[in-house]
């Protein structure tokens, strides 16, 4: 506030300065010149550095929106599937650093902490048929299929399907 004053007081300072040069003279004199006293009121004119603070006012539109949208890669299994026997749909999406599966309509855990293994990911899968978790693997076949296999006794009897995606 007391910036905004000096600018307005410094236009009266320069109307009286003609009426009175003799008194403000000497004291501007000092400073300057006797034919410069009617310079020390524009040098006391940058005095309104008001102009920095509105600088400091433009920072404000600095934020930038974020756009925070999940976004489906065609290369990942993030997304929802169709299972290869119509039972139902999965939804694919991260849990931590793996990847898990959802069943869209009860929101039972299918694929359970599905680990990144190269082109492939590997972890459990449960079956809600019979209640159990299996082995699994899971590998992308192109942008909308995704193979799923599932293996009990360590490898020995294993069984899988093809997804399709659906969004």
């Known amino acids: 506030a007391p910036v905004q004053q000096q600018p307005v007081q410094q236009a009266p300072v320069q109307a009286t300065a003609p009426a009175a040069p003799a008194a403000p003279a000497p004291t501007v004199a000092t400073a300057t010149s006797a034919d410069t006293t009617t310079q020390p009121a524009p040098v006391a004119a940058p005095a309104p550095a008001a102009a920095p603070a509105p600088v400091a006012v ?14 489906v890669v065609a290369n990942t299994p993030i997304g929802v599937w169709a299972t290869e026997e119509n039972k139902g749909n999965v939804r694919v999406e991260q849990c931590g650093a793996n990847l898990c599966g959802y069943a869209e309509k009860t929101n039972e855990r299918i694929l359970i902490n599905m680990k990144p293994e190269g082109s492939k990911w590997s972890g459990r899968i449960h079956d809600p048929d019979s209640g159990r978790n299996y082995d699994s693997t899971i590998a992308m076949k192109g942008p909308n299929a995704m193979r799923v296999q599932g293996c009990a006794f360590g490898g020995m009897f294993c069984g899988g399907q093809t997804w399709k995606r659906v969004s």
């Open 58 to 71: 433009a920072p404000a539109p600095a934020p930038a929106p974020v756009a925070a949208a999940p976004v």
